[in-house]
């Protein structure tokens, strides 16, 4: 038998026959995007809103009833000008001001547009999205009953501005965010682990003792995870998709590949980290202090980079999940191709050469 | 066969081996005997390419075991103290994964594994994690050999495994001899040296003598009493106390107890009697062990 | 030895797992001061039968009693007067010989001054007093072995098990370990030893061989030889065991 597929499957079994390493590669990919998904999509109720009406006709009057009625907002306060916002946001009462132009709906007759400026309270970016995308989908829903009749296409343009957080950029960061989370875990971790395992277990001393070269050792330790994570990838995707509606605007063959240039990366990590912790549990140990920490705290998953001191700005440069955060992003929701992130690939694969050329160099051939 | 060239070797701060030099011939069964601590592991991980010395050198058929160390590992078949074994595997799948690693197939060198691989035929969808210690030991053999290596170095395979499992592997380990393959094989228990041709005793990174395991006691030369009574520590601390003494300590049964010259077996019923003791001595012959342990007084 | 006073009273020992019998009706009795060997192949059920003897699991069926106590309902009792030492776990290799020596002291209730004087006792056993602040993982493997012997007996038990307590020692060191042993039963000390080695089983008093889950022999060294006609015991062994 060809020794790399002999490699494979024997890997194929340790990671079947442990039901602890099934949990990792299937259970946590569920469970935390249920968790992320629905803690994300909590309900917003009562939202105290203000309304700075320049235009005051009926079209505008029935988009602020609409509000009212939905049960998610009340309208607290008419504003005269926009000057005292910023004031208002800082009390902490008001979480989003509707600012309507002059002559909306004769605007919207004529020329087919109107603009309405929703500015938020976006020192809590999540509560701010939430409170716009609710907005949004209420002035959406109204333009949908309007002018459906109507011959010409019309459509509001709706502008958000957020305060304190000019764009909160990441509407449905947690996908991607997850992404990133969970094949580093599965790649860099398990791999990490199980060929750590060998080292405790005494049967890498067998492996290093047969003619097997580095390289091939390393191959047939690391491509069932490459696929297992691979299908993670898919698993995250279709959910984001299915059940919590993240739309999918670019090439899903893009977006594929780039998961795969991330799942490799994270393996040549994972390696990395093999060839210097002599223990299964210092693997463990520096996957999840080196890798999964940073990569949560510093690629934009949780916290917006923006908001960052600068130097944290420097550091999440270097995290891999923060360039790959931005790709998966870009293509989901703005639908870009491949050559609007080509900086990011460049420096996703850098990466891994680099990390593959060290691991590779590191992988010690003795047991000194 | 194996060649070993005055081989120095420190681990931190603790020097594993010292000066050590040895000549293994082709087809014998050479054991590397002494206990935990004396270098035999260090030892066998240069000969395996597994560790560098820090001085001398080292062959096994006449390949370099630091230049030509991708040679060595095609030729040798290791099996580590502990036995590596894949415990989420069965024992088909072990065998035929060690097999595809050296780029062989089971069937291809069944013939040199049968007699051992058939033990462990009825058990062969068992995962090698359940298996007693002696079935471990006799599928860890079989992976060594699958790829029909020239030379066998086992560290420490009787360790841990009871006494029926240890002498059925010393038959297994004569006959592989007979197919011509070079076994070198280390083990903490001395009785086990008259299982080998020849016999290294190993204590502290040090050599202390290579021969015939019979040649080795013949050379001792000193007469071993056996004595015993029914009190054995109060005996024990007598003999310690008689000026007459060389040394005495227990040894299964009896105490061994070596005199100087002038001293007969009368003398010593003499002086048990004298402390009270009923008396039992006889010329006991000496083993291994009692080398071992003079060898070890010298050094 | 002193055979009118039972330490361990075994009768119709069974202990069964699912359909699997570890031990199957054992019968046997050790005596006070006896230096008593448990041979037995791998998986013979030697290790099943030291783990309820120890009060650490409950039997099938049978009678058994250690010290005197029940192993049924008094194992907290059979705990405190039993001393137990293996191959694999003893001592704590970062703490040194004197924090060692405390934290079993703590263990089994010894105040500060009897502890003081039985730690005064055991180095000078050893005849080591120097090593008192050394940490355990910096002495060589045949000094831990007797110093952790020495620990396990320290709160003077009736009955010390030993499992497996001299692989891998070389020779010299093994012989001052049987000095120990011989010391210790001199004193009083029932040993109660598990060993791979066979030459090591003629050390002991009285030995019994265990095959699957049976013991099959039960007797002093001597006798056993005679009995198989055997020059060793390894022979003995191999005898019983092969059939």
């Known amino acids: 038998m060809n020794s790399f597929l002999g490699f494979i499957k024997k890997e194929f079994y340790h990671i079947f026959r442990d039901p602890r390493t099934l949990m990792v590669i299937l259970g946590i990919p569920i469970s935390q995007m249920l968790l992320f998904g629905f803690v994300i999509r909590t309900e917003i ?62 605007k919207t007759l004529r020329d087919g547009t109107a603009s309405v400026q929703l500015l938020a309270d976006a020192s809590d970016p999540n509560i701010a999205r939430m409170v716009t995308t609710y907005t949004q989908n209420i002035i959406r829903s109204f333009e949908h009953e309007e002018f459906q009749q109507q011959t010409v296409p019309m459509q509001i343009n709706v502008q958000n501005r957020m305060f304190y957080n000019e764009e909160a950029k990441s509407v449905y960061m947690f996908v991607p965010g997850l992404m990133a989370m969970i094949m580093m875990l599965v790649s860099a971790i398990m791999s990490s682990v199980s060929i750590t395992r060998e080292k405790e277990l005494g049967t890498m001393e067998v492996l290093l003792v047969s003619p097997l070269r580095p390289l091939q050792i390393i191959l047939g330790k690391v491509t069932p995870y490459l696929l297992v994570a691979f299908i993670d990838a898919v698993l995250i995707v279709l959910m984001g998709n299915l059940v919590f509606e993240m739309p999918i605007n670019g090439s899903l063959t893009l977006l594929l590949s780039v998961c795969f240039l991330f799942i490799f990366l994270s393996l040549s990590l994972g390696i990395l980290i093999s060839t210097i912790a002599p223990t299964q549990l210092i693997a463990m140990f520096i996957s999840m202090i080196g890798l999964m920490l940073p990569t949560m705290l510093l690629s934009g998953f949780i916290f917006p980079i923006e908001n960052m001191p600068k130097v944290l700005q420097w550091f999440s440069a270097i995290m891999p999940a923060r360039w790959f955060n931005d ?31 060290v691991s590779v160099k590191k992988f010690k051939i003795r047991l000194e | 066969m194996i060649t070993i060239k005055n081989i120095s070797k420190s681990c931190g701060k603790v020097e594993a081996l010292r000066d050590v030099s040895l000549n293994i011939n082709q087809n014998e069964i050479f054991g590397l005997i002494g206990p935990d601590g004396a270098g ?26 630091v230049k030509q160390y991708r040679q060595i590992r095609k030729i040798v078949g290791y099996m580590p103290g502990r036995f590596s074994l894949y415990h989420d595997l069965s024992v088909e799948e072990n065998l035929n994964f060690f097999a595809s690693v050296f780029g062989t197939t089971v069937e291809a060198n069944y013939y040199l594994v049968k007699d051992i691989y058939q033990q462990l035929e009825p058990f062969k969808t068992r995962r090698a994690g359940k298996l007693s210690g002696g079935m471990k030991q006799k599928l860890a053999l079989s992976c060594a050999l699958i790829h029909k290596p020239e030379v066998l170095v086992l560290d420490e395979p009787t360790t841990g495994v009871d006494a029926v499992s240890r002498t059925e592997f010393w038959d297994m380990l004569g006959k592989l001899k007979q197919s011509g393959i070079t076994i070198f094989v280390s083990t903490p228990y ?21 021969d015939q395991p019979a040649r080795i006691v013949e050379q001792y030369g000193k007469r071993i009493w056996n004595v015993k009574s029914a009190e054995t520590y109060r005996l ?64 | 030895m002193d055979t009118s006073r039972k330490i361990i009273e075994v009768q119709n020992l069974v202990k069964k797992f699912g359909h699997f019998t570890a031990n199957d009706n054992l019968t046997f009795d050790v005596f006070g001061g006896e230096i008593f060997g ?91 007093p120097e090593i008192k602040n050394q940490l355990v993982k910096s002495l060589p493997l045949g000094w831990r072995q007797k110093l952790a012997f020495l620990v396990a007996v320290m709160h003077n038990p009736g009955i010390v098990f030993l499992d497996e ?46 095959v699957d889950g049976k013991i099959e022999a039960l007797d002093t060294p001597r006798k056993l030889m005679e009995q198989h006609n055997a020059q060793n015991m390894e022979e003995v062994f191999l005898h019983l065991a092969r059939n």
């Open chain 1, 327 to 357: 790709v998966v992003k870009d293509i989901m929701l703005k639908g870009s191709g491949f050559f609007s992130i080509i900086k990011e690939v460049a420096i996703l694969t850098g990466m891994s050469v680099l990390f593959v050329v």
């Open chain 2, 40 to 65: 035999k592991t260090t030892l066998m991980r240069i000969l395996v390419s597994l560790l560098l010395p820090d001085k001398g050198s080292a062959s096994m058929g006449g390949v370099d075991v």
């Open chain 2, 190 to 210: 001395m009785d086990e040296a008259s299982r080998c041709d020849r016999v290294a005793l190993i204590q502290g990174g040090e050599i202390m003598t290579v």
């Open chain 1, 45 to 106: 109720q009562d939202v105290k809103v203000a309304v700075f009406d320049q235009s005051n006709d009926y079209m505008t009057t029935r988009i602020i009833d609409k509000l009212e009625s939905s049960g998610y907002f009340s309208v607290e306060e008419y504003l005269e000008n926009t000057n005292d916002v910023e004031a208002m946001f800082k009390k902490g009462n008001i979480k989003e001001v509707l600012v309507f132009e002059p002559g909306f709906a004769e």
């Open chain 3, 165 to 210: 307590p001299t692989g891998g020692v070389d020779p010299v060191t093994r012989r001052q370990f049987w000095e120990l042993i011989y010391e210790s039963a001199a004193r009083g000390v029932t040993v109660f030893v598990t060993t791979h080695y066979m030459d090591e089983a003629e050390y002991c008093d009285r030995v019994s061989i265990m």
């Open chain 3, 38 to 128: 448990f041979l037995g192949a791998n998986g013979a059920g030697k290790t099943t039968a030291m783990r309820i003897l120890c009060g650490l699991s409950k039997p099938t069926s049978g009678t058994l009693q250690v010290n005197g106590f029940d192993v049924y309902t008094q194992s907290e009792k059979i705990k405190k007067t039993i001393g137990y030492m293996s191959q694999k776990f003893s001592l704590y290799e970062d703490l040194t010989v004197a924090e060692n020596i405390r934290f079993y002291a703590g263990i089994y209730g010894i105040g500060y001054r009897e502890r003081r004087k039985r730690q005064q006792e055991l180095l000078e056993r050893l005849k080591m």
């Open chain 2, 236 to 299: 024990l601390n007598d003999l310690k106390a008689w000026e007459s003494t060389t040394s005495v300590y227990p040894f299964g049964q009896y105490l061994h107890l070596s005199v100087d010259e002038s001293t007969g077996k009368e003398d010593i019923i003499a002086y048990m009697q004298s402390q009270n003791h009923e008396p039992y001595v006889y010329e006991g012959f000496s083993i291994i062990e009692d080398v071992f342990m003079d060898l070890m007084g010298k050094q």
